[in-house]
T-cell receptor
Framework: GAVVSQHPSWVICKSGTSVKIECRSLDFQATTMFWYRQFPKQSLMLMATSNEGSKATYEQGVEKDKFLINHASLTLSTLTVTSAHPEDSSFYIC????????????FGPGTRLTVT | GQNIDQPTEMTATEGAIVQINCTYQTSGFNGLFWYQQHAGEAPTFLSYNVLDGLEEKGRFSSFLSRSKGYSYLLLKELQMKDSASYLCAVLDSNYQLIWGAGTKLIIKP
């Protein structure tokens, strides 16, 4: 149980375009979802926390107008990288937390974004 | 501020035992997690400690001392596939996960 899927697993896009990444909890309802990015050989960096039906809470230094997060249902959250630039190239990972006293985060497999 | 420290890199031999330490200073404590992350993949859950003591799960064990702000992950009978980064994370008073930078474990034959 506790499976989180992420789509796409990798994407290449041109500068200036937008990319949407989906994160789904397949067998549980996620009251909270998290979006991370990770540069090579570095640790996870939390970008934002989203609760179903409410606006995401962004970490300091993360542009909310550039990284649009929508958590429309208890099983789906999306991250849209708008007007992508090469420096946005990174490994984006989502995680989901069931809530109800369960604080473990279950991670999706990640999305590798390359902006050319 | 909140801080989690763990060694950047460790090397061990196949078949041996290795202990990865983690010390933390956080605003509140609601548990400590260990995750394993292979290169290019997402983290996978290993253990969760909220009470003091040792939790054993197969070849992996995790220990916690809340009074010392200290935890370790013990890996026994090391296998080549254990080469990965091991992330320590603390759940703070707001139930937010504070992540360590991770320890890269290199296993040599």
């Amino acid at each position: 149980g506790a499976v989180v899927s992420q789509h796409p697993s990798w994407v290449i896009c041109k500068s200036g375009t937008s990319v949407k990444i989906e994160c789904r909890s397949l067998d549980f309802q996620a009251t909270t979802m998290f979006w991370y990015r990770q540069f090579p050989k570095q640790s996870l960096m939390l970008m934002a926390t989203s609760n179903e039906g409410s606006k995401a809470t962004y970490e300091q230094g993360v542009e909310k107008d550039k990284f649009l997060i929508n958590h429309a249902s208890l099983t789906l959250s999306t991250l849209t990288v708008t007007s992508a630039h090469p420096e946005d190239s990174s490994f984006y990972i989502c995680s989901a937390r069931p809530g109800q006293g369960i604080y473990e985060q279950y991670f999706g497999p990640g999305t590798r974004l390359t902006v050319t | 501020g909140q801080n989690i420290d763990q060694p950047t890199e460790m090397t061990a031999t196949e078949g041996a035992i290795v202990q990865i330490n983690c010390t933390y200073q956080t605003s509140g404590f609601n548990g400590l997690f260990w995750y394993q992350q292979h290169a290019g993949e997402a983290p996978t859950f290993l253990s969760y400690n909220v009470l003091d003591g040792l939790e054993e799960k197969g070849r992996f064990s995790s220990f916690l001392s809340r009074s010392k702000g200290y935890s370790y992950l013990l890996l026994k009978e090391l296998q080549m596939k254990d080469s990965a980064s091991y992330l320590c994370a603390v759940l703070d008073s707001n139930y937010q996960l504070i992540w360590g930078a991770g320890t890269k474990l290199i296993i040599k034959p």
